[in-house]
């Protein structure tokens, strides 16, 4: 059974830091792209970082403006999210999310609009918040 639990999240003063993790189990990394989505309250879920797992080839939101930082561990089985200088632009649910035909996919499309749908692989969400 595929699965995948977020943690990490948390509240945190503007400038801050926080590092997500996602931990997959149930499939083999090696085969997937994985990438984390956030959504705020009143706004449609952005894809902000992906990752292809066979080459390692990254894609970020500009939204970010090289703040955050998506890796995963030597046994392909936690894709992290480290988050720097968070802004009050920054809170929402964040997921993580991978396809379920797996396979390689460029990751610019993996977190492209529309590309994953609820019929794909999403964990459950872990909240963030930034306030002083």
């Known amino acids: 059974q595929v699965q995948l639990v977020e943690s990490g999240g948390g509240s945190v003063q503007p400038g801050g830091s926080l590092r997500l993790s996602c931990a997959a189990s149930g499939f083999v990394m090696d085969y997937y792209a994985i990438g984390w989505f956030r959504q705020a309250p009143g706004k449609e879920r952005e894809g902000i970082a992906c990752?292809?797992?066979?080459?390692?080839?990254?894609f970020y939101s500009d939204s970010l403006k090289g703040r955050f930082t998506i890796s995963r561990d030597n046994t392909k089985t936690t894709v992290y999210l480290q988050m720097s200088s968070l802004v009050p632009e920054d809170p929402a649910v964040y997921y993580c999310?991978?396809?379920?035909?797996?396979?390689?996919?460029?990751?610019?499309?993996?977190?492209?609009?529309?590309?994953?749908?609820?019929?794909?692989?999403w964990g459950q969400g872990t909240p963030v918040t930034v306030s002083s």
């Open positions: 999310a991978t396809p379920v035909k797996g396979g390689a996919v460029f990751p610019d499309l993996l977190c492209g609009k529309g590309y994953l749908d609820d019929r794909d692989y």
């Open positions: 990752i292809d797992t066979i080459d390692d080839s990254t």
